[in-house]
């Protein structure tokens, strides 16, 4: 129902509030049934109404939060989803469009607090690691509203004490 086209959006976000309750109740047991989570949610993301790909978001941020472990699986397709909404998002000035990259901010805020007690990043591909930070720079640096560049620069401020120096070695050259 949460991604069925023949469902009305009200339907579908209904859905995903629950959806984002479960994930939270369940917790470590959200393991089991990640499986039957995480893919939907993933395929919300592209190409869905822009409240539909907030809802998903949402659910994602509940799920790095209740077990973050869960995600692991699919930590780089998630990455290359959140990422590519960001830098879509970012050339929108809507309110949905800030709404969907301040909800992906605080996404990946969650996971990188997150990963000092999973080590989820350090199970993630460098490359996309890279791609996600560069993305929160920008938006630190630059998005026009204040509570992403806020996220954002918490995420950066995490990456760099948790992780920078496996993503960016001396002798890195971008």
């Not at 809802?55 to 397709?77: F, G, K, M, N, T």
């Not at 607090?113 to 990043?121: G, Q």
């Not at 995420?155 to 001396?170: H, M, N």
Request: hydrophobic letters at 55%; glycine letters at 4%; a negative charge.
């Amino acid at each position: 129902m949460y991604t069925g086209a023949d469902s009305r959006l009200d339907e579908r976000l209904r859905v995903g509030e629950a959806l984002a309750q479960c994930v939270l109740r369940a917790g470590a047991m959200l393991g089991e049934h990640a499986g039957d989570v995480v893919p939907p949610l993933l395929a919300s993301i592209e190409g869905a109404a822009p409240e539909l790909v907030l809802s998903a978001v949402a659910v994602l941020a509940a799920a790095a939060q209740a077990c973050p472990a869960a995600l692991l699986r699919w930590i780089d397709d998630i990455a290359h989803a959140l990422d590519s909404l960001l830098l879509a998002a970012a050339r929108a000035d809507d309110e949905l469009a800030v709404a969907v990259r301040r909800a992906a901010t605080v996404f990946w805020c969650d996971l990188v607090a997150a990963h000092e007690h999973a080590r989820l990043l350090e199970q993630m591909d460098a490359g996309v690691l890279r791609a996600v930070y560069r993305t929160l720079r920008r938006l630190a640096d630059a998005d026009p509203d204040e509570l992403v560049r806020l996220h954002a620069q918490s995420g950066v401020e995490l990456i760099d004490t948790q992780v920078k120096s496996q993503l960016f070695p001396a002798n890195y050259l971008p």
